[in-house]
């Protein structure tokens, strides 16, 4: 069954990411429409899969991942640079396991297609 999952490593800390809100969006030509959301736990990832079976197709999506909290927090964000990082990517087998993590630093990120 095919889903969209997600975490978030903080390479600075060289720990997960807790207590991050992600929202996932379905981009359909000039327009988002939110088809998910959760916050990060202890191991910085979601409970659940952002997207899973029917619901998610074949198409471009947006993770958008609220991170100034986070960096504020951490204290790291005085002031701050990143706010809300959005990694857009297309899918194109819905069937398949899309895991897209965000690898992040106070000052930038990377991200990659995991499995």
Same mark, same amino acid.
């Given at each position: 069954?095919?889903?969209?999952?997600?975490?978030?490593?903080? =390479?600075?800390?060289?720990?997960?990411?807790?207590? =991050?809100?992600i929202?996932?969006?379905?981009?359909?030509?000039?327009?988002?429409?939110?088809?998910?959301?959760?916050?990060?736990?202890?191991?910085?990832?979601?409970?659940?899969?952002?997207?899973?079976?029917?619901?998610?197709?074949?198409?471009?999506?947006?993770?958008?991942?609220?991170?100034?909290?986070?960096?504020?927090?951490?204290?790291?964000?005085?002031?701050?640079?990143?706010?809300?990082?959005?990694?857009?990517?297309?899918?194109?087998?819905?069937?398949?396991?899309?895991? =897209?993590?965000?690898?992040?630093q106070?000052?930038?990120?990377?991200?990659?297609?995991?499995?």
């Amino acid at each position: 069954m095919g889903r969209l999952t997600t975490h978030i490593l903080d =390479v600075e800390r060289g720990r997960p990411a807790a207590k =991050v809100a992600i929202e996932a969006f379905a981009i359909e030509g000039e327009t988002a429409r939110k088809v998910g959301a959760a916050a990060t736990n202890t191991d910085g990832r979601t409970d659940a899969p952002l997207i899973e079976g029917a619901a998610f197709a074949a198409g471009v999506y947006e993770l958008r991942f609220d991170v100034g909290p986070y960096l504020a927090a951490t204290g790291r964000a005085q002031p701050g640079f990143l706010d809300i990082v959005v990694l857009r990517f297309s899918v194109a087998d819905p069937s398949e396991h899309y895991h =897209v993590p965000l690898l992040l630093q106070a000052h930038g990120y990377a991200t990659y297609r995991g499995s």
